[in-house]
């Protein structure tokens, strides 16, 4: 049996969604091929925007940006947020929350005066509850830890297809909330794990999982 040593956002959104997926990617680790196409945009965005905050001249790389993707990288360089002082750069970030380990990796963290922004760029969706997604919660709870403050923390989602923002702000209240709803879920997977079962529950024909499930 795979031990899990630590959990990211994209874990425990899978395990929300179908506890057999779960299995089947992270448990006995089933790799399904993707379409590299749909994720190709994103980073490309993503790696001009980190040689950019590193103060590399990205001239060249912006003169290889398709239409589409030029629109995008100029509606991210005229973001106020990501003009910030830069503090860190396409991070890998991890800590304890109870007995368990989080991880993620983070687009940018930025400052402005004694105020700190967590950045996510995305050429896609924003989350539909931003405020309670899994990304939103260990960005945020891993982010206070290593900066050693809650109530000057802020989470911003940036839309680059539509040009707008997503603003969760930190406190608290909300590390205890976010907190228990990580605590949670992980103690729920980690009973699944140690029992050995996961159960199909999203029903999404088109899962990549599907014919592995029936």
């Known amino acids: 049996m795979k031990e899990i040593l630590s959990y990211s956002p994209a874990m425990l959104k899978t395990f929300e969604q179908c506890q057999k997926k779960f299995e089947y990617k992270y448990i006995k680790e089933i790799n399904i091929p993707t379409n590299i196409f749909n994720t190709q945009q994103g980073k490309n965005i993503h790696a001009l925007a980190n040689y950019y905050l ?10 290889a940006l398709t239409p589409n993707e030029k629109q995008l990288w100029d509606n991210l360089k005229n973001n106020k947020y990501f003009n910030y002082k830069t503090v860190q750069s396409e991070y890998n970030i991890s800590s304890k929350i109870g007995n368990y380990w989080i991880n993620g990796r983070l687009d940018a963290l930025v400052k402005n005066n004694n105020e700190y922004f967590i950045l996510d760029y995305k050429t896609g969706q924003i989350p539909k509850n931003p405020e309670t997604d899994y990304q939103t919660m260990i960005y945020l ?14 989470f911003i989602y940036i839309d680059l297809k539509n040009n707008t923002e ?49």
């Open 54 to 63: 590193k103060n590399n001249n990205v001239e060249k790389l912006e003169k």
């Open 141 to 154: 709870l891993i982010t206070s830890n290593l900066i050693g403050t809650d109530d000057k923390l802020n």
């Open 166 to 214: 997503k603003i969760i702000q930190f406190n608290n209240e909300i590390k205890t909330i976010y907190e228990s709803n990580l605590l949670k879920i992980i103690e729920e997977i980690e009973k699944c794990t140690k029992n050995n079962i996961y159960k199909a529950k999203c029903g999404i024909s088109s899962c990549d999982y599907a014919k592995l499930c029936k």
